[in-house]
C-alpha cells in the first residue's frame, strides 16, 4: 500500500462531513480502522494503548479537518496523525510497562500444531521488534510492513530520507540478530 | 526453534514481514466510541507551564490603536497568561486578499473567525476563549498555512502545517 494510493470515495466523504454530515465519518472510521490498527498496536506493543492511540488519531483528524488540504489523500493524512499519536503514546506506555503483544489465549486456542507455531512465531516477532528502538521500528514497520516509499515516510516522520535508511538496514540487522539468537534458544 | 535448517538473514526478515502483515483484530466498539467522542464539543487541551503567552486585549479599546499594540507589542514583556474572555488575534500581511484564525477553538473552520483588515495590511479579530491551551494558525487566502510570529510555535501538532499555541488563564489566575 502506498501512501499516494487515493481511496475511492474519499475526498466525498471529507466534502459530505465538512457540510456537516457527521456519520460520513463513521465510513472512514470503519475503511482505516483495521489497516492503521495493525499499525498502532506493531508499533506500540499493546493493544489497550494502540486501539487509545488510534481513537485518538481519528478524533483529532475530525476535529482538525479542515486542516485536510488535500482530502483525496485523507488516508495519508490520517496516517501522519497516527505516527505522531504512537511517538506520544509510545513513550507513555514504555515508561509504565514492558512493551510486546504477548497474545496467550490465541496461544492457548491453537487446535493445530502450524497455528500453534505461528502465533508463537508471532510473539517472538512481537518481542524482537519491542526491542528496537521506537525509530528504528517505526522506519521498519512503514517500509516493509505499510510498503511506504521513502520519501513517503519522510513526509509523515519529518525525518530525513537518509536517515531512514539508516534506522531501517539497522532495525533488519538487529531482527536478524535477535531472531536468529531466538531460533538456537 | 522454528525451522530445522539454517534460515538465511532475507527468509528471516520475509517471515518477520508477513508475520507483521496478518491482518490485526481491531475491537469495532471502537468506532461507536469515535463517533461518540465527535459528537462532543472539542474541550481545551490542558495548560502547559512553559507556553508563552500574550495579554489579552478587549476589541474596541484594541481596535482604536491597533497599529500601536502590533508596533509596541505589550504583551511580549509579560508572560501572565491572558484571562479567559475576549481575546484578540492580530497578524500583519499587507499582501492578502483575506485571513482567517483557526484554532482548536473553532475546529479549524476557516468561516467561523475570518478576519478584518485594518490599515497598513494589519487583519485582526476576536474570539472568546475559555482557560485552556489551544493550538491556532493563521489562513492568508485561503489557502495558505502560517504560524503566529509572535507566538510559541506548537511543536505537538501533526497535521502538516505550521501553527502557534496560547494558553489562557482563569479569572483571578
Not at chain 1, 497516527?82 to 509510545?90: A, D, E, I, M, S
Not at chain 1, 518481542?127 to 513526509?155: G, I, N, Q, T
Not at chain 2, 532475507?10 to 469495532?28: F, S
Not at chain 2, 505589550?74 to 488575534?89: H, I, K, M, V
Request: charge should be neutral; aromatic fraction near 8%; proline fraction near 5%.
Amino acid at each position: 500500500m502506498g501512501i499516494d494510493k487515493v481511496e475511492a470515495g474519499d475526498a466525498e466523504l471529507v466534502l459530505r462531513i465538512r457540510a456537516g454530515d457527521l456519520e460520513a465519518y463513521s465510513e472512514l472510521v470503519a475503511r482505516y480502522r483495521d489497516r492503521l490498527g495493525r499499525y498502532a498496536v506493531h508499533m506500540i506493543g499493546n493493544r489497550e494503548d494502540a486501539e487509545e492511540a488510534l481513537q485518538d488519531a481519528f478524533v483529532r483528524a475530525y476535529r482538525s479537518l479542515a486542516r485536510c488540504n488535500d482530502p483525496a489523500r485523507f488516508g495519508a493524512w490520517l496516517y501522519g496523525i497516527l505516527v505522531n499519536r504512537c511517538r506520544t503514546t509510545g513513550a507513555r506506555a514504555s515508561r509504565r510497562h514492558k512493551m510486546f503483544v504477548h497474545d496467550e489465549d490465541a496461544l492457548n486456542g491453537a487446535a493445530h500444531a502450524d497455528q500453534a507455531e505461528r502465533v508463537e512465531w508471532a510473539d517472538v516477532v512481537g518481542r524482537a521488534l519491542a526491542k528496537l528502538s521506537p525509530e528504528c521500528r517505526e522506519a521498519f514497520l512503514l517500509k516493509h510492513v505499510e510498503d511506504l516509499e521513502y520519501e513517503e515516510m519522510a513526509e509523515l516522520t519529518g525525518a530525513g530520507i537518509s536517515a531512514l535508511k539508516m534506522r531501517v538496514k539497522r532495525a533488519r540487522e538487529h531482527l536478524q540478530q535477535i531472531l536468529k539468537e531466538a531460533e538456537h534458544v | 526453534m522454528f525451522d530445522q535448517q539454517e534460515p538465511g538473514e532475507e527468509e528471516i526478515v520475509e517471515r518477520v514481514v508477513r508475520a507483521l502483515k496478518r491482518p490485526v483484530y481491531i475491537d469495532r466498539a471502537l468506532d461507536a466510541r469515535v463517533m461518540s467522542e465527535i459528537a462532543r464539543p472539542a474541550p481545551a487541551q490542558p495548560m502547559t507551564r512553559r507556553a508563552w503567552t500574550r495579554r489579552a486585549w478587549p476589541w474596541l479599546a484594541a481596535a482604536a490603536a491597533l497599529a500601536a499594540i502590533v508596533i509596541a507589542r505589550p504583551w511580549s514583556r509579560d508572560r501572565t497568561p491572558p484571562q479567559s474572555g475576549a481575546l484578540q488575534f492580530v497578524l500583519i500581511a499587507p499582501q492578502a486578499a483575506s485571513v482567517s484564525l483557526v484554532g482548536d477553538f473553532n475546529d479549524w473552520d476557516p468561516t467561523r473567525a475570518p478576519m478584518r483588515a485594518a490599515r497598513d495590511g494589519v487583519w485582526a479579530t476576536v474570539v472568546s476563549l475559555s482557560p485552556g491551551r489551544y493550538r491556532y494558525a493563521f489562513l492568508v487566502n485561503g489557502v495558505e498555512w502560517r504560524a503566529d510570529p509572535t507566538a510559541p510555535v506548537a511543536r505537538d501538532d501533526e497535521f502538516g502545517s505550521p501553527s502557534s499555541v496560547v494558553t489562557v488563564g482563569g479569572r483571578g489566575s
